[in-house]
Structure formats: C-alpha cells, structure tokens
C-alpha cells in the first residue's frame, strides 16, 4: 500500500464508541469520495459482524491471526481483505481472541499489523483502526502502525481516568519505538444533556486545546444504523449527527492533505 493516511480509534475503555465512530468516519469519508480500508483488530469482531460480515468473522485460517503472528499468511493478506458497500474492510476473526499471547511472543510483535498493511497491494486514501477495548498488543501495535490516533470517549468523568492512561500508553511507545503518534482529536460521544455531560465537555475543551473536540449526541439512529450494517450516511434515515461525522473527515481531509473528491 502507498502512502494511505492511518487512524487508530483507540480508548481502552468498554463501550464508549469506538466501532460506532469508526464506522460513521469511514462512511464520511466514503461520501466525500475517498476510499477506505477499514481494520477490524478487536477480536470481539464488532465491526466485522456490525457490518454484515460474520462468516469472515467465523472463517477457518488463514485470518487476520495468520497475517499477524505468520510471515508466510502475511504475504496473502490482500485475499483477507473484503468488499462492503461503503469501504473495504480487513476482518477480525474468532481467532484473534488467542493472538494476545502470540504476539508477546513474537520478534517485533507490536510492529505486526504495520507490516501487514505494507503487504497490502490496493491504494487506500484512508486506513482506519477500530482497537479493542483493553491496552495490549493489539492495540500498540494499531498505535504504531497508524502513528495517529482518534480517540471516542464519553462525557462522564470516568473519562479523564481512561484518557490518562491511554496518553501515559501513548508516552511509553513514543519513547520505546522512538516515534511520535499523533492524537488527531477527541469525538464526546454518546452525549446526553446532563450537568455532568457539559461539565465534560468544558473538561475536554480545557485539556485539548490544539485538537478539535467533536459531539456526538446519542441517537438512536446510529445504533439502527450499525444493525443494518452500515454508517447512517447509507442508512436511511435523516441523523442531524451526520454533519458532525462529516466534519471530523473534512478535518482529515486538512490534516492528511486528501484530495477532495466531492464538492
Ligand atoms: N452516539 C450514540 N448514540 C446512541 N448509541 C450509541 C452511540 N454511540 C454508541 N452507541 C451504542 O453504544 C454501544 C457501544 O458502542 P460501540 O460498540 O461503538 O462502542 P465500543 O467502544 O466500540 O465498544 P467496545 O469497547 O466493546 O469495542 C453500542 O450499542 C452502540 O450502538
Ligand atoms: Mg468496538
């Protein structure tokens, strides 16, 4: 693959929207005409399954585990990848669920999936990185593949906490692979009208002040959305969240110097 700009969607924490955010900024992105490639790398195979993929979810080797802990599944990566209507989707695997290990015990494991996306023949504008939600191989080794990262957190307080630990992750592979990963902004998510959610929402503005911080509001429509095995840009219904994830991909579009394709 050339030069596609990658994105972890990365927090640690359970349940605050990685894979709902990841799936409606590949479906942002996709409007806008740009071509994605989207990685599921969380072993529960949310997305995978999300986006109406469970037999790839269920498929017998070679999988994403093959691509990861083999050299030789490795080179065949481009015949994991398959075709969803609004991007290209690399699938997780039951498998997965066992790779932890393996890569502990692997030369370089932390460096696995940025190998395999280097395996990949097909030109991507976008790569983005839905992690699982624990700190781990799999998720150092989306940091370090991306070298970016997107991070859904809700707005509670419990928050600050998850946040803390994923930068003091962030901080430890910066200085042991010697590189920078970019925090590319913060997406509030799930966002009701409570005291506590604005409280939150200052606290987010006050403690990132060089990245945008976007709300998402919850909505029913996204969960119908993901049912039906899409982003709400293909689903039909009129979300008023659209123009929130479609601002986060114009704001990719500045930060990777996309081409627009749309007007
Ligand atoms: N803005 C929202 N409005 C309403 N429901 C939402 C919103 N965002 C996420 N959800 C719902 O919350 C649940 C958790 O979201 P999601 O699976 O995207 O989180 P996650 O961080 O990927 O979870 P995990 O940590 O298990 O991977 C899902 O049922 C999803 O449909
Ligand atoms: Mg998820």
């Known amino acids: 693959m050339t030069d596609a700009a990658r994105m972890a969607i990365s927090n640690q924490k359970g349940g605050v929207g990685k894979t709902t955010v990841a799936i409606n900024v590949a479906g942002a992105l996709n409007r806008r005409g740009h071509d994605v490639l989207f990685v599921d790398l969380d072993p529960q195979g949310n997305a995978t399954e999300g986006l109406g993929l469970e037999a790839e979810y269920e498929a017998e080797p070679p999988t994403l585990f093959d691509a990861l802990t083999d050299h030789e599944a490795r080179d065949d990566v481009d015949s994991l990848v398959v075709e969803h209507a609004e991007m290209d989707v ?10 932890e290990p393996e890569l502990t015990m692997a030369m370089r494991g932390r460096e696995r999936l940025g190998q395999v996306l280097d395996e990949i023949d097909a030109d ?9 939600p624990y700190l781990g191989n799999l998720t150092d080794n989306a940091l370090l593949a991306a070298g970016n990262v997107l991070i859904p957190a809700l707005a509670e307080s419990t928050s ?3 946040l803390e630990i994923l930068f003091d992750q962030i901080e430890v592979l910066e200085a042991e692979f010697d590189t920078h990963i970019r925090d590319l902004g913060v997406v509030a998510n ?10 939150m929402l200052s606290w987010f503005e006050e403690a990132f002040t060089d990245v945008p911080v976007w709300e ?18 293909e689903y039909e219904a009129d979300c008023d969240m659209e123009s929130v994830f479609d601002d986060v991909a114009a704001q990719l579009e500045r930060q990777f110097d996309l081409v627009e394709v749309t007007a």
Request: glycine share 2%.
């Open 160 to 162: 600050k906490r998850a």
């Open 90 to 99: 690399l699938p997780s695997n039951i498998d997965m669920t066992s790779v």
């Open 190 to 199: 799930r966002v009701e009208t409570t005291n506590e959610a604005e409280q």
């Open 216 to 233: 998402v509001r919850k909505r029913v429509a996204l969960q119908r959305a993901f049912s039906a095995g899409s982003s709400i840009f």
């Open 124 to 132: 991507y504008d976008v790569v983005l990185v839905d992690c699982p």
